[in-house]
């Protein structure tokens, strides 16, 4: 068994001044394998949850480092996020700390992560009034647009009813059955209602992100996107920072709404 020591990025709204932490730990596994791993260490008296940013093969001198008290079973953060999350503390001008804590939502203390899809305080409603020449031509919008694909490709549908975005929603969902779709609207009212309608067309590929539910229901919501690589989430601009692993498609419901956006604080979308 040998030493790892391990710079650990705290999920707290820390000062810029303090970064990674260093830490060790004794394992028989690869240290590089730790990398990205969520863990649980020891911070001025309490516990807090962290993320592994980096290995290092020397400890710091004269320094006496405290030991990693637990390596979390969530999903590993890979490069990529780990990259934007350091991209988003420099652009925000925050700690990297403290921009994980904006990322990352509460993890509950005792409740157990549930692997069923939570779809609360939403009632499946299935009445679309819309015209069959309407979804056709929809339909055949969706399609063309599927059938450019490529990288970072961004189309409008000028869409008045809420009824012709639903099924424009669910024509993409059915369009990219194996991957994910990220359905952004303005306001909680609006989610609650796309998620209505959305409910019983998809079940059980259905998320909801919800900010105003209880923090296990959330927490349980927010994993369950790691681990389901068909998900569609219904959520608000929070979301953008969920954990997407195969994402297909960004849907941005009424994209001219201004609570899509954000100037009143630091950091903002």
């Known amino acids: 068994m040998q ?22 730990m004794k394992t028989n596994e690869d240290t590089d394998a730790m990398v990205g791993r969520w863990v649980r260490v020891p911070f001025r008296g309490k516990m807090a949850d962290g993320v592994v940013w980096s290995v290092v093969q020397q400890p710091p001198r004269a320094v006496s480092l ?16 780990r990259d934007f999350a350091e991209r988003f503390a ?14 990352v939502p509460e993890r509950p203390k005792r409740e157990a992560v549930s692997h069923t899809t939570d779809v609360s305080n939403v009632r499946q409603n299935g009445h679309l009034r819309i015209q069959q020449q309407r979804e056709r031509e929809i339909a055949v919008a969706v399609g063309a647009c599927m059938q ?27 369009a990219l059955p194996t991957q994910q779709v990220c359905i952004l609207v303005p306001t909680r009212e609006e989610l609650l209602r796309c998620a209505s309608a959305l409910a019983g067309p998809l ?39 969920a954990p997407f692993r195969s994402l297909g498609a960004v849907v941005v419901d009424m994209e001219t709404d201004r609570n899509h956006r954000q100037s009143d604080m630091n950091p903002r979308y």
């Open 3 to 24: 030493s790892a020591y391990l710079n650990v990025a705290l999920i707290k709204r820390l000062p810029r001044s303090l970064g990674v932490l260093t830490y060790f």
């Open 90 to 103: 420099r652009v925000h001008w925050i700690s990297l700390p403290h921009a994980l804590d904006v990322m």
């Open 66 to 81: 405290q030991p990693v008290t637990d390596v979390l079973d969530l999903p590993s953060w890979d490069k990529d996020r």
């Open 148 to 174: 450019i694909g490529g990288d970072a490709q961004k189309y409008f549908f000028p869409l008045g009813t809420r009824a012709e975005r639903i099924v424009t929603m669910l024509h993409i969902c059915t």
């Open 203 to 241: 079940g059980a590929r259905l998320l909801v992100l919800d900010t105003t539910l209880p923090t296990g229901t959330y927490w349980n919501a927010w994993i369950n996107i790691a681990r389901k690589p068909g998900a569609v989430v219904v959520t608000t601009k929070r979301g953008l920072f």
